[in-house]
């Protein structure tokens, strides 16, 4: 077992230009307005280790657990300590994928997305409104000095979520998939005791996901399989997105114009798709009518029913589209389904940093 930090270096090609360009350019043809200072030499320094080959950073590559959380952890700490937040987004973004990929082996290839396949594309996504890419009229203005500071904290803000979640989670899903990669038999005594060891009481949340994700790794079917990645993805969100709330109420600003900024600015990345999160999630299958996927059309895992239940404020997707993104539950609500209908959609596995922009 070893870190597929290789294949992050093959995916950032584009940043060894943007780093060398005091205008921030990219490869992509997109001007960066907000970045006004230049890169420091030890970020620059930060960012060639990230794209060098692995083994010129003397990383172990031994299958041991232990040396597997110290490459992991390692990376992370590279990713979200440049102090440059489109740099930083970047390294986020691969890692993201990285571990989704990794994930994926240790839970099954059948397994849908999980929470990290999703998490690389929302964190491209992050990427764009760091660059105000997804806000093509803050560019033009960004000269005006009220727009500059808009544009200056909202990018703080964004930047510091996006650096937190794999901070955060990322840690976890590491430390998971190293205890148990080499168990064949579930031990649930076992699992108990990793979660009291590993996770902090601010990360209480964590331990039905990490139950859930070992619970789908030993499934029988890709049905239990399946739906046990998707509470899983479900429990890792409600966590993820309690967190995120005060970066969220400060993005949104301001309070007045929540529901206009919803309506006609938010959106997310379904493997490259841009999705408007005011809209009601599509189906899985129109021609047929089909709402999610056969595997998890009927819930059948009991506390992820109660689950469903407690936050599903439309139990079809219709009307799951959202009126206002800082209202959590409206939030949750159209996550929930869009996670749902797009489970089994492979595109999540695609790397976002290889993919032009769509936004």
Not at 181 to 191: K, T
């Amino acid at each position: 077992m070893s870190i597929t930090q290789s294949r992050v270096a093959r995916a950032l090609p584009t940043l060894s230009d943007w780093w060398r360009s005091p205008f921030g350019i990219t490869e992509r043809g997109e001007p960066q307005p907000h970045q006004s200072e230049p890169m420091n030499e030890s970020d620059r320094r930060a960012l060639e280790l990230s794209l060098q080959p692995i083994e010129t950073r003397q990383i172990a590559r031994s299958h041991t657990a232990s040396d597997f959380v110290r490459s992991w952890d390692w990376a992370i700490d590279q990713a979200i300590s440049v102090p440059d937040p489109v740099v930083s987004n970047t390294l986020v973004t691969g890692l993201h994928h990285e571990l989704s990929l990794e994930l994926k082996r240790f839970i099954g290839p059948d397994s849908g997305a999980n929470f990290h396949a999703w998490g690389a594309w929302a964190s491209d996504h992050i990427g764009a409104l760091i660059r105000v890419d997804a806000v093509p009229v803050l560019p033009n203005l960004s000269f005006v000095p009220p727009v500059k500071t808009y544009i200056d904290g909202r990018v703080e803000a964004l930047s510091k979520g996006n650096r937190e979640v794999l901070d955060d989670i990322g840690r976890v899903m590491v430390r998971l998939i190293a205890r148990f990669d080499d168990e064949s038999f579930i031990d649930l005594a076992e699992l108990e005791a990793f979660c009291s060891d590993t996770l902090t009481p601010f990360q209480r949340r964590l331990a039905p996901a990490v139950t859930c994700y070992y619970k789908a790794r030993f499934a029988r079917t890709t049905q239990a399989r399946q739906q046990f990645t998707y509470a899983g993805n479900l429990y890792t969100l409600e966590h993820e997105q309690h967190h995120l709330q005060s970066c969220i109420e400060e993005i949104m600003l301001p309070r007045s114009l929540r529901p206009i900024l919803t309506r006609y600015m938010a959106r997310i990345s379904v493997g490259g798709r841009e999705v408007e999160v005011s809209r009601d999630v599509d189906l899985f299958d129109a021609t047929t009518g089909r709402m999610y996927p056969p595997t998890l059309e009927r819930i059948e895992i009991t506390d992820l029913d109660d689950f469903v239940a407690r936050w599903g404020r439309t139990p079809t997707v219709d009307g799951s589209g959202v009126h206002n993104w800082v209202d959590l539950g409206d939030r949750f609500n159209f996550l929930m389904h869009i996670c749902r209908v797009y489970h089994t959609n492979p595109t999540l596995y695609e790397t976002p940093l290889a993919a032009p922009f769509t936004h």
